[in-house]
């Protein structure tokens, strides 16, 4: 996936989620503007790939306990030059479960976000324009805790508000709610 591919997703993504049209002309306008968006070095944001990682059978989603900005999120990282942000999303799925045999589900921008990180010592308040995917454990649901995280969980869709309740979060869970069921069980 390169450059002009995500944008097609963005345009698929708009036809099917026209409420979130702004967003992805937020987004594609920033792609379109700075040929260094996949780079963490551009400093008024970057590009960024997140997996919404959901168990075999489709009822809980794993979320970590991310140490920097020390709330529960999907697992996700910047894109450090890669154009093709579904790979960037994979990678950072990997990294962060430890998880073995995680699938795509379907290739199809799942959800988009544009968020704000906040200022560090290294580094100043930038934004992340952050595009994610699905992905499945299809096999054990056993993960290992990165040196990225405090912890990871298997957290029920339904009580996704127990962990975050942002709306970015509340989302992607009633995305996946409302989706028709592709649950394996």
């Known amino acids: 996936m390169h450059r002009n591919q995500l944008l097609k997703l963005l345009v ?8 979130e049209k702004a967003c992805v002309d937020q987004i594609t306008e920033f792609i ?3 040929d260094t968006c996949f780079n963490r070095t551009l400093v008024a944001g970057h590009m960024t790939g997140s997996a919404w990682i959901v168990n075999y059978a489709g ?5 970590t306990h991310h140490k920097k900005l020390n709330k529960w999120l999907q697992p996700g990282g ?4 890669d154009s093709d942000i579904l790979r960037v999303a994979k990678r950072e799925a990997d990294e962060e479960s430890g998880l073995k ?3 795509v589900e379907d290739g199809q921008i799942f959800d988009i976000d544009i968020h704000q ?6 580094e100043p308040q930038h934004l992340h324009y952050d595009i994610r995917f699905v992905f499945r ?3 054990s649901e056993e993960f290992i805790v990165s040196e990225e995280s405090h912890d990871l969980s298997w957290v029920e869709i339904s009580k996704l508000e127990d962990y975050n309740a942002e709306e970015s979060m509340m989302r992607m869970a009633k995305k996946w709610l409302q989706r028709p069921s592709k649950n394996f069980l």
């Open 12 to 19: 698929d993504y708009a036809v099917k989620n026209p409420a």
């Open 32 to 34: 379109s503007q700075y």
């Open 59 to 63: 009822i809980h989603t794993l979320l």
């Open 78 to 81: 910047h894109a450090d030059g």
């Open 101 to 103: 045999r995680l699938t």
């Open 117 to 122: 990180i906040p200022a560090r010592a290294d």
């Open 137 to 139: 454990a299809m096999e």
